[in-house]
């Protein structure tokens, strides 16, 4: 039997959903029941009847999911499959710098561990990153941002104000340089920019549109415009180009691949689902105090 026909088949014995990140292979965003950005699929998580959640993103992705649905099986197909912005800040790091700002309220980036996000006081997404330092400021003066700098950054111009951060970022984003647009607006001058806010402040500023993955995708849809130079990994294109079928789209940098969001593939998710692996855990009380912060971002939104 076909691979795809044998997921199929496992995913309605198991009462199984697939949720992949728009970063993931062109097959697994086909075979997945829905694709989308970080919040997108946390909030899908935290809503979904199914028994299984197999989450096809990175680590923290399916971890979050696990702790919005405590109940349910999340399966990563591939336990190597990190983040290494994620792994650059630890519960330890964080809670020395809190020591440092006993006043400041701890914003954490979706892209951490839950025992990072049991530390804070709130968490966020690129999606609602600007809205939620917003949020705070109007009853607290000082914010603690981590782990990513660029994101940090990108918000406290957008406000007018520093925020407390850390000295973290995405390897694969950095990688992307102001040449690479320069030389992209060259080849295409009618093209919108799109620039992901983990990108480094040289490349925001020379953006039409700052956004996370999933706003990126609504903005390309809703756009009289038919080019667009993408600033953020190249997977994205794959649904762009799928969902707009007449438009047309550049990668910034044919180097921006993040090799985790790389890491899964059909047979891990076959693999996967047939022997029920690898299966998150996160210890209880880790998980409770994370859900505070992520369910209180759910709040604000
Ligand atoms: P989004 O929240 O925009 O999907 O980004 C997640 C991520 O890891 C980007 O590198
Ligand atoms: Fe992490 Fe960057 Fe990969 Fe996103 S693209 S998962 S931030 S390494």
């Known amino acids: 039997m076909e691979i795809t026909k044998r997921i199929e088949q496992l995913k309605k014995n198991n009462n199984a959903v697939i949720l992949a990140h728009n970063y993931q292979l062109p097959e697994v965003q086909d075979v997945a029941d829905f694709v989308g950005d970080s919040l997108g699929l946390s909030m899908i998580a935290a809503k979904t009847d199914a028994d299984v959640i197999v989450f096809c993103g990175v680590h923290f992705m399916a971890e979050t999911a696990k702790i919005l649905s405590p109940d349910k099986i999340v399966l990563l197909p591939d336990r190597k499959a990190g983040c290494p912005m994620a792994d650059m800040i630890d519960a330890e790091g964080l809670s020395a710098l809190k020591v440092q700002h006993p006043q400041a309220v701890t914003l954490c980036y979706v ?38 700098k660029y994101l940090a950054q990108y918000v406290s111009v957008q406000i007018g104000r520093p925020l407390i951060t850390w000295e973290g970022f995405c390897p ?39 956004a996370s993955t999933e706003k990126m995708c609504g903005y390309v849809h809703e ?41 899964i593939n059909l047979e891990k998710i076959l693999w996967s689902l047939t022997d029920m692996d690898y299966q998150i855990t996160v210890p209880e009380e880790t998980m409770n105090q994370a859900r505070g912060a992520i369910e209180r971002m759910l709040k604000i939104i």
């Open 223 to 263: 756009s009289s415009a038919m080019e667009f130079i993408i600033a953020t990994e190249i997977g994205i294109i794959y649904r762009m180009q799928k969902e707009n079928p007449s438009k047309h789209f550049y990668p910034a940098s044919p180097k921006a691949v993040c090799p985790n969001m790389k890491r």
């Open 111 to 148: 892209n951490t561990s839950a025992e990072v996000k049991a530390h804070c006081d709130y968490c966020c997404t690129s999606g609602n990153a600007l809205n939620m330092v917003k949020h705070i400021l109007k009853s607290h003066d000082e914010i603690i941002f981590v782990p990513d």
């Open 172 to 210: 694969t984003h950095a990688r992307i340089l102001p040449e690479d647009i320069m030389r992209a607006r060259k080849l295409h001058p009618q093209a919108k920019v799109l620039v992901h806010p983990e990108c480094t402040p040289e490349l925001t500023r020379l953006a039409d549109m700052v």
